[in-house]
Nanobody, 125 residues
């Protein structure tokens, strides 16, 4: 059973930085790239992808909302997924989730099989 646990959330002022981590267990690295990544959700809105990475660590993708500010990385030896968030804005305030198990390069949450419980990020102006 794949389990993911996020940490590192908190409160920060606009322009600040935070680094989220997601430790996972029970995950198998296949020969073909599968995808994992970070998503966020605010009340009343759909969950959206903010950064994804192939589980080889070779390929990443960012939507326009986070490109140039967020950096996703994967430590395969430690089974840890990271999200470095720089230049944070109040609109980045959300619950952040890590996810794994997509066969596709996709920021659609429905393509991911495994999810953590989330960590809250709050950015004040």
């Amino acid at each position: 059973q794949v389990q993911l646990v996020e940490s590192g959330g908190g409160s920060v002022q606009s322009g600040g930085s935070l680094r989220l981590s997601c430790t996972f267990s029970g995950y198998s690295y296949d020969t073909d790239d599968n995808w994992m990544g970070w998503f966020r959700q605010t009340p009343g809105k759909e969950r959206e992808g903010v950064a994804i990475i192939s589980d080889s660590g070779r390929n990443t993708y960012y939507p326009s909302s986070t490109k140039g500010r967020f950096i996703v990385s994967l430590d395969r030896a430690e089974n840890t997924l990271w999200l470095q968030m720089n230049g944070l804005k109040p609109e980045d305030t959300a619950m952040y989730y890590c996810a794994a198990g997509s066969y596709f390069m996709s920021v659609r949450p429905q393509n991911y099989k495994y999810w953590g419980q989330g960590t809250q990020v709050t950015v004040s102006s």
